[in-house]
């Protein structure tokens, strides 16, 4: 079965510092994997998409690691601002005919304290 | 600018009611999904569709009915088979298959009294 975990579940950090947020993936054949920041109330939005052969790759402040080999990302989110306070989603698309399954994590909750 | 528009953002609905949630797109996409958000939950998959008047249910359809006779427009019933629809709804379109970054429309918020 494609399971998708993170961690941790929920996180508060204080305002201009950084964080890791976790990303263990069973998800098989992979195709990419995505990251999303969803608002609270509001509908999740595209941070970054890896694919198989991307390592690492930056949006803004934002900065994601793919380890393909052990099924792990990470999502760094440098000199945190308060507007980063955000449910942080991790998406593992699966190969298919036709249709992509994707399989969705349970998100890791951010609260930027000021 | 192109972008999902769902409607309402929020519902209230007494139990035994049917509701249909609306999902509209102008970004062309050739598919659309719905998605169910529970809290502590990730995303589970409603109903899907590829194409126009093609629909294929997701892993928690039961209680669910949609369709799809527009490319722009994909809206989601809630029926009073749905034992548990108290949820937020989401709605996300792309182009091609699932393979492309999902658009997310904002959300709608049903609560059965």
């Known amino acids: 079965k494609n399971q998708v975990e993170q961690s941790p579940q929920s996180l508060i950090i204080l305002e201009g510092k950084n964080c890791t947020l976790q990303c263990n993936y069973t998800v098989s054949p992979f195709s990419n994997l995505r990251w999303y920041k969803q608002d609270t109330g509001r509908g999740p939005v595209s941070l970054t998409i890896?694919?198989?052969?991307?390592n690492t790759k930056s949006n803004g402040r934002y900065t994601a690691t793919l380890d393909a080999d052990t099924k792990q990302s990470s999502l760094h989110i440098t000199a945190s601002q308060l507007s980063d306070s955000a449910s942080y989603i991790c998406v593992v698309s699966a190969r298919g005919t036709g249709y992509s399954t994707l399989t969705f994590g349970k998100g890791t909750m951010l609260l930027v304290s000021p | 600018d192109g972008g999902i528009t769902q409607s309402p953002k929020y519902l209230f609905r007494k139990e035994g009611q049917n509701v249909t949630l609306s999902c509209e797109q102008n970004l062309n996409h050739d598919a659309m999904y719905w998605y169910r958000q529970d809290p502590g939950q990730g995303l589970r998959l409603i109903y899907y569709?590829?194409?126009?008047?093609?629909?294929q249910k997701g892993d928690i359809a039961e209680g669910y009915s949609v369709s799809r006779e527009k490319k722009e427009s994909f809206p989601l019933t809630v029926t009073s088979a749905q034992k548990n629809p108290t949820a937020f709804y989401l709605c996300?379109?792309?182009?091609?298959?699932?393979?492309?970054?999902?658009?997310f429309g904002a959300g709608s918020r049903l609560t059965v009294l």
């Open positions: 890896m694919t198989f052969s991307e």
């Open positions: 569709s590829q194409i126009v008047n093609d629909f």
């Open positions: 996300a379109s792309t182009m091609g298959s699932g393979a492309n970054v999902l658009t």
